[in-house]
Protein backbone atom coordinates (compact mmCIF):
# COMPACT_ATOMS: atom_id res chain seq x y z
CA UNK A 1 0.00 0.00 0.00
CA UNK A 2 1.15 3.50 -0.68
CA UNK A 3 0.24 6.93 1.11
CA UNK A 4 0.74 10.34 0.18
CA UNK A 5 0.73 12.63 3.53
CA UNK A 6 -0.24 16.00 3.54
CA UNK A 7 0.41 18.59 6.28
CA UNK A 8 -0.20 22.41 5.66
CA UNK A 9 -2.08 23.43 9.19
CA UNK A 10 1.29 25.09 10.58
CA UNK A 11 3.84 27.21 9.35
CA UNK A 12 6.21 24.16 8.78
CA UNK A 13 5.00 21.45 6.05
CA UNK A 14 4.96 19.71 3.24
CA UNK A 15 4.49 15.81 1.63
CA UNK A 16 5.75 12.36 2.04
CA UNK A 17 4.90 9.65 0.74
CA UNK A 18 5.08 5.97 2.59
CA UNK A 19 4.46 2.17 1.67
CA UNK A 20 4.12 -0.70 3.39
CA UNK A 21 7.65 -1.14 3.15
CA UNK A 22 8.47 2.40 4.78
CA UNK A 23 9.35 6.02 4.56
CA UNK A 24 10.19 6.56 0.12
CA UNK A 25 10.23 10.54 0.15
CA UNK A 26 9.82 13.28 2.29
CA UNK A 27 9.56 17.07 1.48
CA UNK A 28 9.68 19.19 4.60
CA UNK A 29 9.35 22.98 4.45
CA UNK A 30 8.69 26.36 6.28
CA UNK A 31 5.63 27.15 4.56
CA UNK A 32 4.46 30.73 6.48
CA UNK A 33 1.37 31.95 4.37
CA UNK A 34 2.20 30.73 1.20
CA UNK A 35 0.22 27.53 1.36
CA UNK A 36 -1.38 27.57 -2.13
CA UNK A 37 1.84 28.16 -3.78
CA UNK A 38 3.79 25.63 -2.47
CA UNK A 39 2.41 22.88 -1.15
CA UNK A 40 1.54 21.12 -4.96
CA UNK A 41 5.39 21.53 -5.81
CA UNK A 42 6.08 19.61 -2.19
CA UNK A 43 4.00 16.75 -3.31
CA UNK A 44 5.33 16.51 -6.75
CA UNK A 45 9.00 16.88 -5.45
CA UNK A 46 7.91 13.61 -2.94
CA UNK A 47 6.49 11.71 -6.07
CA UNK A 48 9.60 12.25 -7.94
CA UNK A 49 11.96 11.26 -5.42
CA UNK A 50 10.08 8.15 -4.56
CA UNK A 51 9.61 7.15 -8.14
CA UNK A 52 5.91 6.98 -7.81
CA UNK A 53 2.92 8.65 -10.06
CA UNK A 54 -0.04 10.23 -8.61
CA UNK A 55 -2.33 7.23 -9.63
CA UNK A 56 -0.22 4.57 -8.26
CA UNK A 57 -1.00 6.04 -4.59
CA UNK A 58 -3.77 3.94 -2.90
CA UNK A 59 -4.72 6.74 -0.65
CA UNK A 60 -4.29 9.89 0.89
CA UNK A 61 -3.31 11.10 4.61
CA UNK A 62 -4.04 15.14 5.32
CA UNK A 63 -4.07 17.05 8.90
CA UNK A 64 -7.50 18.63 9.08
CA UNK A 65 -6.57 20.42 12.00
CA UNK A 66 -6.64 22.34 14.28
CA UNK A 67 -4.00 25.07 13.24
CA UNK A 68 -3.68 27.48 10.54
CA UNK A 69 -7.78 27.85 8.98
CA UNK A 70 -6.07 29.16 5.61
CA UNK A 71 -3.84 26.20 5.70
CA UNK A 72 -6.16 23.50 6.91
CA UNK A 73 -8.73 24.84 3.43
CA UNK A 74 -5.69 24.49 1.38
CA UNK A 75 -4.33 20.78 2.49
CA UNK A 76 -7.72 19.68 2.47
CA UNK A 77 -9.20 21.26 -0.98
CA UNK A 78 -5.70 19.55 -2.75
CA UNK A 79 -6.07 16.21 -1.06
CA UNK A 80 -10.07 16.31 -1.90
CA UNK A 81 -9.06 17.25 -5.43
CA UNK A 82 -6.86 14.18 -6.25
CA UNK A 83 -8.64 11.47 -3.94
CA UNK A 84 -11.95 12.64 -6.12
CA UNK A 85 -10.38 12.78 -9.98
CA UNK A 86 -8.75 9.24 -8.98
CA UNK A 87 -11.69 7.55 -6.75
CA UNK A 88 -9.28 7.03 -3.59
CA UNK A 89 -9.88 7.51 -0.31
CA UNK A 90 -8.67 9.67 2.51
CA UNK A 91 -7.36 9.41 5.98
CA UNK A 92 -8.44 12.54 8.35
CA UNK A 93 -5.52 12.98 10.89
CA UNK A 94 -5.77 15.80 13.48
CA UNK A 95 -2.10 17.34 14.25
CA UNK A 96 -2.68 15.75 17.59
CA UNK A 97 -3.24 12.19 16.68
CA UNK A 98 -0.24 12.90 14.31
CA UNK A 99 2.69 13.87 16.29
CA UNK A 100 1.43 11.44 19.23
CA UNK A 101 2.11 8.36 16.39
CA UNK A 102 5.55 10.44 15.43
CA UNK A 103 6.37 9.84 19.00
CA UNK A 104 4.41 6.88 20.38
CA UNK A 105 8.01 5.11 21.12
CA UNK A 106 7.97 7.43 24.20
CA UNK A 107 6.51 5.70 27.68
CA UNK A 108 5.60 8.40 29.35
CA UNK A 109 2.83 10.66 28.33
CA UNK A 110 2.88 13.32 25.64
CA UNK A 111 1.41 16.44 25.32
CA UNK A 112 1.36 18.09 21.40
CA UNK A 113 0.90 21.37 21.57
CA UNK A 114 -0.84 23.92 18.84
CA UNK A 115 -0.10 27.62 19.02
CA UNK A 116 -3.49 29.03 19.17
CA UNK A 117 -3.08 32.71 19.44
CA UNK A 118 -4.32 34.68 22.02
CA UNK A 119 -1.94 33.45 24.41
CA UNK A 120 -3.62 30.27 23.74
CA UNK A 121 -2.84 26.53 22.72
CA UNK A 122 -4.79 22.85 21.26
CA UNK A 123 -3.50 20.11 23.14
CA UNK A 124 -4.24 16.68 24.09
CA UNK A 125 -2.11 14.14 26.40
CA UNK A 126 -1.52 10.83 24.44
CA UNK A 127 0.23 7.48 26.15
CA UNK A 128 1.85 4.95 23.22
CA UNK A 129 -0.08 6.54 20.51
CA UNK A 130 -3.51 6.72 22.04
CA UNK A 131 -5.53 9.52 23.18
CA UNK A 132 -5.85 9.80 27.43
CA UNK A 133 -8.52 12.41 26.87
CA UNK A 134 -10.37 14.50 24.49
CA UNK A 135 -8.83 17.62 22.53
CA UNK A 136 -8.97 20.97 24.09
CA UNK A 137 -8.42 25.02 23.47
CA UNK A 138 -6.83 26.50 26.44
CA UNK A 139 -4.98 29.29 27.88
CA UNK A 140 -1.20 28.25 28.34
CA UNK A 141 -0.93 29.40 31.77
CA UNK A 142 -4.14 26.88 32.27
CA UNK A 143 -1.80 23.90 30.44
CA UNK A 144 0.92 24.59 32.56
CA UNK A 145 -1.35 23.98 35.56
CA UNK A 146 -2.33 21.25 34.41
CA UNK A 147 1.09 20.32 33.06
CA UNK A 148 2.38 20.64 36.88
CA UNK A 149 0.25 18.30 38.26
CA UNK A 150 2.10 15.20 36.99
CA UNK A 151 5.00 13.65 38.74
CA UNK A 152 6.53 11.91 35.76
CA UNK A 153 8.18 12.61 32.79
CA UNK A 154 5.97 14.58 29.90
CA UNK A 155 7.26 15.22 26.55
CA UNK A 156 6.01 18.31 24.74
CA UNK A 157 6.55 18.46 21.24
CA UNK A 158 4.96 20.53 18.34
CA UNK A 159 5.29 23.81 17.41
CA UNK A 160 3.33 25.49 20.45
CA UNK A 161 5.85 23.61 22.50
CA UNK A 162 8.49 25.79 20.59
CA UNK A 163 6.60 29.20 20.98
CA UNK A 164 5.71 29.07 24.10
CA UNK A 165 9.05 27.41 25.75
CA UNK A 166 9.24 29.80 28.35
CA UNK A 167 6.29 29.20 29.85
CA UNK A 168 7.22 25.38 29.95
CA UNK A 169 10.86 25.27 30.92
CA UNK A 170 9.85 25.52 34.39
CA UNK A 171 8.43 22.34 34.84
CA UNK A 172 9.93 20.03 36.69
CA UNK A 173 8.86 17.30 34.39
CA UNK A 174 8.64 18.64 31.19
CA UNK A 175 10.66 16.85 28.49
CA UNK A 176 11.54 18.77 25.06
CA UNK A 177 12.46 17.05 21.92
CA UNK A 178 15.81 19.17 19.82
CA UNK A 179 14.13 21.76 18.39
CA UNK A 180 14.44 20.19 14.63
CA UNK A 181 13.08 17.57 15.97
CA UNK A 182 9.52 18.90 17.82
CA UNK A 183 7.63 19.70 14.73
CA UNK A 184 5.34 17.50 12.87
CA UNK A 185 6.76 15.31 9.48
CA UNK A 186 5.13 14.34 6.59
CA UNK A 187 6.16 11.30 7.02
CA UNK A 188 4.07 10.53 10.64
CA UNK A 189 1.10 11.60 8.98
CA UNK A 190 1.52 9.86 6.43
CA UNK A 191 2.24 6.44 8.47
CA UNK A 192 -0.05 7.58 10.66
CA UNK A 193 -2.57 7.05 7.54
CA UNK A 194 -1.09 3.62 6.13
CA UNK A 195 -1.89 2.97 10.34
CA UNK A 196 -5.22 3.54 10.29
CA UNK A 197 -5.95 2.40 6.61
CA UNK A 198 -5.29 -0.99 7.99
CA UNK A 199 -8.00 -0.47 10.64
CA UNK A 200 -10.58 0.76 7.93
CA UNK A 201 -10.40 4.51 9.08
CA UNK A 202 -10.49 5.78 5.40
CA UNK A 203 -13.30 7.82 4.14
CA UNK A 204 -14.85 9.49 0.82
CA UNK A 205 -13.70 12.87 -0.55
CA UNK A 206 -17.16 14.90 0.50
CA UNK A 207 -17.12 12.91 4.46
CA UNK A 208 -13.93 14.71 5.77
CA UNK A 209 -14.26 18.11 7.33
CA UNK A 210 -11.69 20.58 8.76
CA UNK A 211 -11.12 20.06 12.84
CA UNK A 212 -11.14 23.76 13.83
CA UNK A 213 -11.96 23.21 17.25
CA UNK A 214 -13.12 27.24 17.60
CA UNK A 215 -14.35 29.93 15.26
CA UNK A 216 -11.48 32.11 12.79
CA UNK A 217 -10.41 35.57 14.08
CA UNK A 218 -12.88 36.96 10.87
CA UNK A 219 -15.93 34.90 13.16
CA UNK A 220 -15.40 36.54 16.16
CA UNK A 221 -15.47 40.25 14.68
CA UNK A 222 -18.28 39.18 12.69
CA UNK A 223 -20.31 37.89 15.41
CA UNK A 224 -18.84 41.30 17.93
CA UNK A 225 -20.19 43.73 14.99
CA UNK A 226 -23.60 41.44 14.67
CA UNK A 227 -23.72 41.79 18.58
CA UNK A 228 -22.95 45.28 18.18
CA UNK A 229 -25.58 46.41 15.61
CA UNK A 230 -27.94 44.15 16.97
Known amino acids: MIILGIDTSTSMGGAAVVSSEGLAAEYLLRIHNGHSERIIPAVE?????????????????????????????????????FAYSLGKPIIPVTAMEALAWQFRAYPHLIYPIIDA????????????????KAASNCKISDLVLELASHSRPV????????????????????????NEQAVLRPSSVAGLGLH?????????????LPFYMRKSSAEYQFGSTERNHG
Do not use: N
Open 196 to 208: LLGQGREQDWYQV
Open 155 to 178: LLVGQGALQHREHLAGLEHAVFPP
Open 45 to 81: RALADSGIWLPDVDAFAVVTGPGSFTGIRVGLATVKG
Open 117 to 132: RRSEVFTQPFLEGAPV
